[in-house]
């Protein structure tokens, strides 16, 4: 798309949407023009989006959009009306837009977990350095099994949830210091490579991934979501394209406050599994099972819903859900 060429074709559209979008009164014929304006409006503002990112012309018909739909919209007083919009539209838009740096935190966490786990495992000095044979033998035969059902299902399953969701709030309030996402990261990939390590060289290896693996998939995967959001807001700092260094990170941290409140409920999710699923004497294939199903299910939700909300002009932006808004698309 030649941007130039674009918004010059369209640019008297614009400018009307935006004069009926600042009026004090409007009649009914105008009324009709705005809502038919908003709708062709919503349309370019994907393509330009859909073809060049964020741009400053996509910016100005971004506000102008918000100004127009607020006119014949209102703000809701009802919140509780609201969150079927906030689920099915920014919630999903906000995590797809994450996609790419979730993958790229788990491909990090990943390889600096192998690379702990291989040298202390093939390491006796290093292993050593980890703890006294005696301290590693009863993590291996009693602590790291015990520790998931050593306290009533109900109460772990509010403590690790609360834990979580508070280290998930902190990676994305915190991102825009640009070393706290970082150090999250490589700590949680140290200590995962460390304790396989010691499981593996006590011939627990086994051990190890089975009890993980029913909550680690969606735990696990809700974690990079967090530091991808800290990332992006990081980023949004760093370089803020068209936008001022202000608004780029008042956008991009309201959306991301879209996707603190989201994992809320998705480490939620990964708490009951790991409180009442993880400690169960059901079959492992199982216990499994209900991980894999259950992080399967967030990536369809993340993946496959976020990418029709986002096609769909939804930019996951809380402010959207606070003001109450309402989406209204061409046929």
Known sequence: MDLDAYS???????????ELGT???????????LIERYQ???TQLSAIKSTAGSTLEGD???????????????ASA????????????????????????????????????????????????ALAAVGSDAELQKLVNEDFVNYYSENPAASFTGLVWTNNAWIAAQAIAFGILGVYVPYIVLQNAQNVGITAAV??????????????????????????????????????????????????????ARALSTVAIGLVFVLFVSG?????????????????????????????????????????????????????STRIYAA
Do not use: C
């Open 78 to 125: 009802n919140v509780v009306s609201q969150i079927p919009s906030f689920f099915v539209l920014q919630l999903p838009a906000a995590l797809y837009r994450l996609r790419w740096l979730t993958l790229a935190v788990a491909v990090v966490t990943i390889v600096v977990a192998g690379l702990y786990g291989f040298w202390i495992s093939g390491n006796p000095e």
């Open 272 to 324: 009951v599994i790991e409180g009442f699923v993880t400690p169960a004497p059901w079959p492992w294939p199982v216990k499994i099972g209900i991980g894999a199903a259950a992080l399967l299910a967030f990536l369809a939700y993340m993946l496959v819903l976020g990418r029709r909300a986002v096609r769909a002009g939804e930019t996951g932006d809380l402010a959207e859900f606070e003001a109450g």
């Open 199 to 252: 499981m593996f060289a006590y011939g627990k290896g086994d051990v190890f991934f089975l009890y993980i693996a029913p909550h680690g998939m969606l735990e696990l995967t809700a974690i990079f979501v967090a530091a991808a959001g800290g990332l992006r807001i990081f980023w949004a700092w760093i370089a803020p394209g068209a936008r001022t260094r202000a608004q780029a990170l008042a956008e991009d």
């Open 40 to 42: 062709s409006g919503a």
């Open 8 to 18: 010059a074709a369209h640019r008297a559209e614009w400018d009307r949407l935006a």
């Open 60 to 74: 100005r018909l971004s506000v102008a959009l918000s100004r127009a739909r607020l006119r014949f919209t209102g």
């Open 23 to 33: 009026q004090r009164r409007l009649s009914g014929a105008q009324a009709d023009e």
